[in-house]
């Protein structure tokens, strides 16, 4: 592990400003990725149950809607499609928040990571040009290299914000189904007293 830290260390003190910018900036975007992670998914998850438990209790034949579910406020003496579809809708916003940053963390961080390697490309073959043109590919090939460590960082921040997009989209799908048939089970009962 220290020889890790110590040939991160010496990346680092070879590096330029805009390369350790664009690091800071991808590992920022990393941190946020599983932060979103994190907390949606517990979030949506203990959502996804109170909605099922109130899904349950009224095809049990309970009167009134669970305090737990989100239809709680639409379902009033006389709930209808229309209120239904408003809170619906308010849930839906609710379950998707965060998806628009992971969606923009893993389309840009490619981007970004390229960003830098074309810039430390760029300062590596002009620091070859004043060098008076003998240049070796043992002295090319390092500075290449350690380019390229902004791409790989980049396509290592987007493949786990794409993936957590995905997971979270799920999440959210599962819990409005559950909401959607909870209104439906609720019409129908209204429909069937009236």
């Given at each position: 592990?220290?020889?890790?830290?110590?040939?991160?260390?010496?990346?680092?003190?070879?590096?330029?400003?805009?390369?350790?910018?664009?690091?800071?900036?991808?590992?920022?975007?990393?941190?946020?990725?599983?932060?979103?992670?994190?907390?949606?998914?517990?979030?949506?998850?203990?959502?996804?149950?109170?909605?099922q438990a109130a899904l349950e209790s009224i095809?049990?034949?309970a009167k009134a809607v669970s305090v737990d579910?989100?239809?709680?406020?639409?379902?009033?003496?006389?709930?209808?499609?229309?209120?239904?579809?408003?809170?619906?809708?308010?849930?839906?916003?609710?379950?998707?928040?965060?998806?628009?940053?992971?969606?923009?963390?893993?389309?840009?961080?490619?981007?970004?990571?390229?960003?830098?390697?074309?810039?430390?490309?760029?300062?590596?073959?002009?620091?070859?040009?004043?060098?008076?043109?003998?240049?070796?590919?043992?002295?090319?090939?390092?500075?290449?290299?350690?380019?390229?460590?902004?791409?790989?960082?980049?396509?290592?921040?987007?493949?786990?914000?794409?993936?957590?997009?995905?997971?979270?989209?799920?999440?959210?799908?599962?819990?409005?189904?559950?909401?959607?048939?909870?209104?439906?089970?609720?019409?129908?009962?209204?429909?069937?007293?009236?």
């Amino acid at each position: 592990m220290l020889g890790f830290l110590d040939l991160f260390l010496n990346y680092l003190s070879k590096s330029s400003v805009v390369t350790i910018i664009v690091l800071t900036w991808l590992s920022l975007y990393f941190i946020i990725s599983f932060t979103v992670l994190f907390s949606r998914y517990t979030g949506l998850n203990s959502w996804k149950k109170r909605e099922q438990a109130a899904l349950e209790s009224i095809l049990m034949g309970a009167k009134a809607v669970s305090v737990d579910s989100s239809l709680k406020k639409c379902a009033t003496d006389n709930p209808t499609k229309e209120r239904f579809e408003v809170c619906i809708s308010l849930a839906e916003a609710n379950a998707t928040s965060g998806l628009t940053a992971l969606s923009i963390i893993a389309s840009t961080s490619p981007f970004i990571g390229l960003f830098g390697t074309v810039v430390s490309i760029l300062e590596t073959f002009s620091g070859l040009g004043a060098g008076g043109g003998s240049s070796s590919l043992s002295v090319i090939a390092p500075a290449i290299s350690e380019a390229l460590v902004a791409t790989g960082c980049g396509i290592f921040v987007a493949i786990p914000a794409y993936s957590f997009n995905l997971l979270i989209k799920r999440k959210a799908y599962e819990v409005l189904s559950l909401i959607r048939r909870e209104a439906n089970v609720l019409l129908s009962l209204k429909e069937d007293n009236n």
